[in-house]
């Protein structure tokens, strides 16, 4: 259990899985041979190194666990949450809510995140900031997108 | 004289009312950025790339490098008035700068940080009129394979100024080159890793990566532990320096500008490296060291000037090899790119007026930057007052606008914040954002140039190892290598870094 929360190994994983996606999903790409690259070849060998250093880092992560504990990763999921339910509910509202609700909107979600929150302060940047960043993305900086609901 | 000459028809661009403007506002922007907690250089200028698309490339070339130098100089002010440096390069001025500001002489501590820091910036931009176009022309004579082994070298650069490991920190470029690899392959036409999604065909944004990795994982980490806001508001002092603290600071500052110049050069840059350097370099060339760390005007006159010299001349790789230094070039590179300018030799022949005109448009901003920092400085102290909480919104909204911004596409946010989530996770377990980052730019430049050199050799991988100045930069990079993991040296780096943090 204190393997998988290990920095080196999640590390380790993080990058394997990826070099292993890469590799996989380069199947269907041709090779090639070093005189006629084909699209294959760079990514298939720079996923063949970044594969062996991942193993190399999840090995060395495992021998300094067992040897001693190290201090495991911890993650705060809840602002990541946070963050995550603000940008979605905004790419979500943009379109038919328009760019001004959708920006308060996210502003009152991740405003909500900081532990020293103030709601009338999240209120008031909110308003603010909404109503700026539609005048000056949409009017100053020529944005394309719908200003409120019904425009 | 050609480079007068040169210069000249650069100041003719850089003083047209436009570039004028936006250079004050990158200046200004920049400072405001090295002022407030939580949002650094790298990330602001990641955010505003979207609206430099708009600017003619010149114009938003200048605005953000005038970001890049500008946080420079703000964070010296918040280093040495409330002893929080604003962003690393300005941690060694710190040290003396807030003892000097201790006993009453901040005002002194901020003239000499402001000249000094003028002086070198100064310098290090006309190093880059006289040596850009000789090294413009070197460049010229380099083939395919000088290419790849110069980009192996700058990315293999990167590793050492990157904190902890350089395992993960080289992994981390392998990643780096295989996201960079996403999209339709130039050679081929076949589309790679796309999974039929029509927003990859032509790969990521760099302005999405960059956004997501730099803005959004800051954010997330600001938001577990918000950045220190210690503020005492202090009495500035008279903002002049005596004829004794001027012969003191000086020759420190000469000596600083000369170290910045020569490790802004290399690969990596040097901002950070270059300010540890001449702190340890003035500690030693004092005649009494003892009074390093109780407010030496020498300790901060010589880090100031070297860590903008370095700003300055890490555009030199840039502008003339189209090798970015650090991720700030990096992105550099990627708002020429949108603009199809290719950075490197030909940029001179082909855009003069981008070339000179951002050379003379760094000479006017660093001495707009004179004139916003000194008599403004209570505005910026004001302005650390800010609490991140209310910072927070109005960063995550313009991010998140301008990643809308740049194809009118929703794909890009959720794209961004993918990165963001990535970088958060990746940087707690000790790997470092600036190595993708480089890796990601220089991957394609990297692949073209392997490419090329393979076919030219009928397929011979020798072909890099018997041409002298491809073996040189190989060798170079081997050297880098061997340094990194010489157990001597890695102490060093440490030490280096945890101070630094």
């Known amino acids: 259990m204190r393997l998988i929360r290990n920095k080196d190994v999640i590390s380790g994983a993080v990058f394997a899985i990826a070099a292993i996606a890469f590799m996989i999903q380069s199947r269907t790409l041709t090779f090639g041979s070093p005189m006629e690259m084909g699209p294959a070849f760079f990514p298939r060998v720079v996923g063949g190194m970044l594969l062996v250093l ?23 999921v809840l602002p990541i949450f946070k963050v995550f339910v603000a940008v979605v509910v905004f790419v979500l509202a943009l379109r038919p809510l328009g ?13 909500s995140a900081p532990k020293d929150r103030r709601w009338p302060e999240v209120a008031i940047s909110a308003v603010v900031l909404s109503v700026l960043s539609g ?11 719908p200003l409120m609901p019904w425009r | 004289m050609d480079v007068l000459s040169n210069l000249a028809y650069g100041f003719e661009v850089a003083f047209s009312i436009q570039n004028l403007g936006f250079a004050f506002l990158g200046a200004l922007l920049g400072t405001l950025v090295g002022v407030l907690p939580g949002i650094g250089p790298v990330a602001t200028i990641s955010m505003l790339l979207p609206i430099t698309y708009v600017l003619s490339p010149v114009t938003g070339l200048i605005m953000l490098s005038g970001i890049y130098y ?28 807030h003892q000097m500001a201790k006993r009453g002489d901040a005002g002194a501590a901020l003239v000499v940080a402001a000249l000094g820091s003028l002086f070198a910036g ?30 192996v070298l700058g990315l293999l650069g990167s590793v050492v100024l990157a904190h902890g490991s350089a395992l993960k920190a080289v992994a981390m470029i392998l990643l780096g080159l295989m996201v960079g690899t996403i999209g339709t392959d130039v050679n081929s036409g076949a589309s790679r890793f796309t999974f039929g999604n029509l927003n990859l065909i032509d790969g990521f944004e760099i302005a999405v990566v960059a956004m997501g990795l730099f803005g959004i994982s800051e954010l997330l980490r600001n938001l577990e532990e918000p950045p220190l806001q210690n503020v005492v508001t202090r009495k500035v002092g008279g903002l002049w320096l005596s004829r004794k603290q001027f012969r003191e600071a000086a020759p420190a500052a000469i000596r600083g500008t000369t170290i910045g110049s020569i490790l802004g050069l290399l690969p990596g840059g040097g901002a950070v490296l270059s300010s540890f350097a001449s702190y340890a370099v003035e500690k ?64 001179m022949q082909n855009q003069p007026e981008l070339f000179w005109g951002l050379i003379a448009s760094m000479v006017i901003g660093n001495l707009i930057l004179v004139i916003l920092n000194l008599p403004l400085v209570g505005l910026w102290v004001r302005l650390l007052k800010i609490p991140y909480r209310l910072l927070l919104p109005a960063i995550l909204l313009f991010t998140a606008i301008g990643l809308f911004s740049l194809g009118n596409s929703t794909f890009d946010v959720m794209a961004a914040f993918g990165f963001g989530v990535f970088g958060y996770v990746i940087a707690k377990c000790g790997c470092e954002p600036a190595p993708f980052i480089l890796g990601f730019i220089l991957g394609p430049l990297l692949e073209e140039n392997l490419r090329r050199a393979l076919t030219i050799s009928q397929g011979d991988p020798a072909v890099f190892f018997t041409r002298p100045v491809s073996l040189g930069l190989l060798i170079a990079a081997a050297c880098l290598l061997v340094l990194m993991v010489a157990p001597a040296f890695r102490r060093n780096r440490e030490e280096i870094f945890q101070e630094a943090d």
């Open chain 1, 135 to 145: 005048f000056l993305f949409v009017h100053a900086l020529g944005l394309q997108a």
């Open chain 1, 99 to 111: 760019l001004i609700l959708a920006s308060a909107l996210l502003v009152a979600i991740v405003g």
């Open chain 2, 284 to 347: 030693r060339v004092a005649k009494d060291s003892s009074i390093f760390g109780k407010g030496a005007i020498q300790g901060v006159a010589g880090p100031e000037a070297a860590n903008n010299a370095a700003a300055q001349t890490s555009f030199i790789p840039m502008l003339t090899l189209g090798i970015p230094a650090t991720s700030t070039m990096a992105l550099m590179v990627g708002a020429m790119t949108v603009h199809n300018i290719q950075p490197g030799p030909m940029i």
């Open chain 2, 70 to 97: 500008g946080a420079q100089y703000g964070g010296s002010t918040t280093a040495i008035l409330v002893n929080l440096p604003g962003e690393s390069s300005s941690v060694v001025t710190a040290i003396d700068g």
């Open chain 2, 122 to 151: 100064v310098v290090g931009t006309l190093l880059i009129a006289v040596f850009g176009p000789v090294l413009a022309e070197v460049a010229f004579y380099f083939g395919a394979p000088e290419y790849f082994s110069l980009v």
């Open chain 1, 54 to 76: 991942a193993i190399a880092i999840l090995a060395k992560g495992v021998t300094e666990e067992l040897r001693e504990p190290t201090e495991p990763l911890r993650l705060h």
